[in-house]
């Protein structure tokens, strides 16, 4: 089975400032990984996705995340974070055959100070 | 953009009462999902539907939660009676089975009070 654990519960940072959100995972096969974002009141928003080849990938609103599959890690990082970046934010893993449901990490909050 | 529409947004009821969430998928989608959100245990799958058959409901108590596809184009959660430790955002996702590398499309959820 996958597993996937976000290290941290919460991450303040201030404005303009960089910010990596933690994220490991567990699978005895290959898997896709993925980073949702869920603004306040909103439902989960698709920012990245990492299924092939480069290992850095880039997603929406300037964010990216590093595939290490030594460490099976999925950090998710932005050079300069704005006030609007503040939302939960949510990795996944799905195993490549689509047969079985997205499985989630508990999330991690990320509050941008001004 | 195509989205999960799911209906109503929010819903306040007295414990006891029966509530329905329903959950229109993209148009196309095969496959189904319901998640609950809470504080203390986060996003937990509920149940999913492929091709409207039910695949798995392991994560919903069986007593009182009951999912069903009635078409394509509708999915719903019923909860009879509610309870208080229901309160919670209840999510639909749909998506592909044979494109598991586009993910999930998630709707705006129903924020439920039960009080």
């Known amino acids: 089975a996958q597993s996937v654990t976000q290290l941290d519960s919460q991450v303040p940072v201030f404005e303009e400032a960089p910010v990596e959100l933690r994220c490991n995972y567990s699978?005895?096969?290959?898997?896709?990984l993925f980073w949702y974002v869920q603004y306040p009141n909103q439902g989960l928003q698709l920012l990245l996705k990492y299924l092939s080849g480069s290992t850095l990938v880039k997603g929406i609103n300037g964010f990216e995340a590093e595939f290490n599959k030594s460490q099976t890690s999925f950090h998710l990082r932005k050079p300069s974070v704005h006030i609007s970046d503040t939302a939960e934010y949510f990795c996944?893993?799905?195993?490549?055959?689509?047969?079985?449901?997205?499985?989630f990490g508990k999330g991690t909050r990320l509050s941008v100070i001004a | 953009d195509a989205r999960v529409t799911q209906t109503p947004r929010h819903k306040v009821t007295e414990m006891g009462q029966e509530v329905t969430m329903r959950c229109q998928p993209i148009l196309g989608h095969n496959t189904v999902f319901w998640y609950r959100q809470t504080m203390m245990q986060g996003l937990e799958l509920l149940a999913y539907?492929?091709?409207?058959?039910?695949?798995?409901d392991s994560g919903m108590p069986k007593d009182r939660f009951s999912a069903e596809m009635p078409d394509a184009t509708l999915a719903t959660l019923k909860i009879q009676p509610s309870e208080p430790r229901d309160s919670a955002v209840y999510f639909c996702?749909?998506?592909?089975?044979?494109?598991?590398?586009?993910?999930?499309?998630f709707g705006s959820g129903t924020r439920l009070t039960v009080v």
């Open positions: 699978s005895s096969v290959s898997v896709y």
């Open positions: 539907f492929r091709n409207r058959a039910p695949l798995d």
């Open positions: 996702a749909s998506g592909l089975v044979r494109t598991p590398r586009d993910g999930y499309t």
């Open positions: 996944a893993v799905s195993l490549l055959s689509g047969n079985t449901p997205l499985v």
